[in-house]
């Protein structure tokens, strides 16, 4: 996405959703962020009924959700109360992406379901490999751990460096763009107004209540919002307690091939 276009007037019509409608004064529930939570949020909010405004001060899958490997499965477990918690969600995740939402929207995201693989380089990486596997084995997941020989009749290039992996049986990748972009076009068909290029400047309140959103494109009245900015978040919700919200760096490299793609993800997570 070229943030030099990071005007609303100049916004090419692929992008520009609802950029032609005034901002509306008022909605039941405002979401601000375009990534794959706020359009989430804004598609099943429409979906029950409310009148959604989504504001977006990019474009529509321009932060995080759209610069990432679409990798999605089960996921990793950590062996705690909260890891099993994602878990389960990243199970029922799958299920949605799966068999609900394409035949919602009318769309299959690329989704491709043909195995993933955790490798591991140091004897640390593999200890947690082990660990995640166990615990992933106890909740049904179908993975398994492959030494370096294993490996190699998988992966014939793989490095001699490369120790051993965790082969996720269910694991696979989809399209991110299609999957956002989607849930962005499903929440439009149900009634919500997107709004990119737009971005949230304040949530105002009153007596402790959410009373709107003023953008820079005016103010909307509503007594509900939805931050999904992500690493932003602190600059909308300034009492937040400091930590609360903690970027971490990641990198990737996507190589694609028609609709298909290959992809080397190099992820640097500071834990
Ligand atoms: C390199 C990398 C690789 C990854 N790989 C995977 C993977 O393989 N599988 C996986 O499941 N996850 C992966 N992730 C994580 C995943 O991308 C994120 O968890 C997810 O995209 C977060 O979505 P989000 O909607 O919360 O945030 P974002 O997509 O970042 O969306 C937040 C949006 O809020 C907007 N915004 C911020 N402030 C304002 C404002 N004031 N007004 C209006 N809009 C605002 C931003 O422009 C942005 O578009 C990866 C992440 C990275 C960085």
Known sequence: MNEERNERGSTSWADRF?????????????????????????????????????????????GASGRNGGMTGGGTMVPTQVGRAVFELNTENL??????????????????????????????????LVATHGSASKAGGDVE?????????????????????????????????ALVHAMANGARRNGALVFPWTPAQEVLTSNGRVTGVRTSAGTIATGAV??????????????????????ARGQILVHSVQWSYWKLQICLTSQ
Not at 23 to 31: Q, W
Not at 42 to 61: D, F, N, P, T
Request: hydrophobic share 45%; charged share 25%.
């Open 18 to 62: 609802d950029l032609d409608r005034p901002l509306p004064a008022e909605a039941d529930v405002v979401v601000i962020g375009g990534g794959v939570a706020g359009c989430s949020a804004a598609y099943q909010l429409s979906k029950r009924g409310k009148k959604v405004v989504l504001v977006e001060m990019r474009g529509i899958c321009s």
């Open 95 to 128: 299920r949605l992406i799966q068999e609900e939402l394409p035949a919602e929207l009318g769309e299959d995201f690329s989704l491709r379901l043909e195995g993933s693989l955790d490798i591991a380089m140091t004897d640390e990486q593999w200890d947690h």
């Open 145 to 177: 751990l492959l030494d370096r020989e294993q490996l190699a009749d998988i992966v014939p290039v793989v490095s001699e460096r490369v120790l051993g992996a965790k082969l996720s049986r269910r694991g696979g990748h989809l399209w991110p763009f």
């Open 226 to 247: 939805v931050v999904a900015t992500n690493a932003w978040t602190p600059k909308i919700l300034h009492d937040l307690p400091a930590g609360a919200v903690v970027p």
